[in-house]
């Protein structure tokens, strides 16, 4: 059973919003939501407290950790701003949270030292370097966001930069939110720090889905438009295999064991993953 009790989750946006309310609804246990001063106010259960707190300000944020005696932080800030997590690790070890759960939930980050990616290794070895015990969550790509990764919108075709048969892992933000609220409340610490936890709702290759989504593949040298940039990146990363949760770039291969894609699904026992044919009602 879990010894966690307080919970403070970081950013109020795709991923902080459902995970908040998803621990809002364990029994006994209380969360508070951070966001920025002067961000848009967010709709979230009665029994969430909200506070507005500047992420760069360590001692504020620790004064928060501390009030609300938080057992567990979890950093949900956008990967643009990964970086800033270190302010919130010094925040942490102020106020000696129990556990740190660093905004991942992506692809593997594991091995990588440059780019974004590289960004949130290096806060997965200052949290080390800080003594604080952590848990990495992979999931891969969110389910929901298929179609924004291929720019299905424009021209209803799957839009793919290089391979279109590299196996890819997609997990939806509800099954991503609940199973991070159910290990935090009930599994023993023992199983959780200082561990990576490799998720996968799905798995398919872009030729999969195109399949699912009844259109064809569009072989494309780049993908344009809104955060063009960002889609082109990712897809190239997961041309090499990266977009597996199972992933390991140092090797090059995908992994086993408790290395493998999915293989952290079973710490929620009895659940059953929601589908890319459910997500989008294919």
């Known amino acids: 059973m879990s010894s966690y009790k307080s919970f403070a989750v970081i950013g109020a946006g795709a991923i902080g919003l459902p995970i908040a309310g998803a621990l809002a609804v364990a029994k006994d246990v209380s969360v508070v939501l951070l966001s920025r001063p002067g961000s848009s106010a967010k709709t979230v259960p009665s029994s969430v407290k909200v506070v507005q707190v500047d992420y760069n300000d360590a001692a504020a944020v620790a004064a928060v950790f501390k009030e609300h005696k938080v057992d567990v932080v979890l950093s949900t800030i956008t990967t643009a701003a990964s970086a800033a997590q270190k302010s919130l690790v010094d925040a ?30 290096q806060i997965a070895a200052y949290l080390k370097s800080s003594g604080i015990p952590s848990t990495r969550i992979f ?28 196996p890819l892992s997609f997990t939806s933000v509800p099954d991503i939110a609940g199973f991070v609220a159910y290990v935090l409340t009930n599994l023993p610490s023992s199983e959780l720090e200082d561990r990576i936890l490799r998720l996968e709702g799905d798995r398919s290759s872009f030729n999969g889905i195109a399949t ?23 897809q190239r990363k997961m041309n090499v295999g990266a977009g597996s949760t199972g992933w390991d770039a140092v090797k090059n291969a995908e992994g086993t064991g408790s290395n493998a894609a999915g293989s952290a699904n079973a710490l929620w026992p009895g659940h059953q993953w929601k589908s890319i044919k459910e997500v989008h009602n294919l």
């Open 92 to 121: 942490a070890k102020l106020a000696a949270v129990k556990l740190f759960v660093p905004s991942e939930y992506g692809l593997p980050t594991e091995g990588y030292n440059d780019g974004p990616m590289g960004e949130k290794n």
């Open 139 to 166: 999931v891969g790509l969110f389910t929901e966001y298929i179609p924004w990764l291929v720019d299905y919108s424009n021209g209803g075709k799957i839009k793919v930069v290089g391979n279109s048969e590299a």
């Open 212 to 234: 699912q989504f009844k259109t064809s593949i569009e072989h494309v040298d780049s993908i344009t438009g809104e955060a063009g940039e960002i889609k082109t990146s990712l």
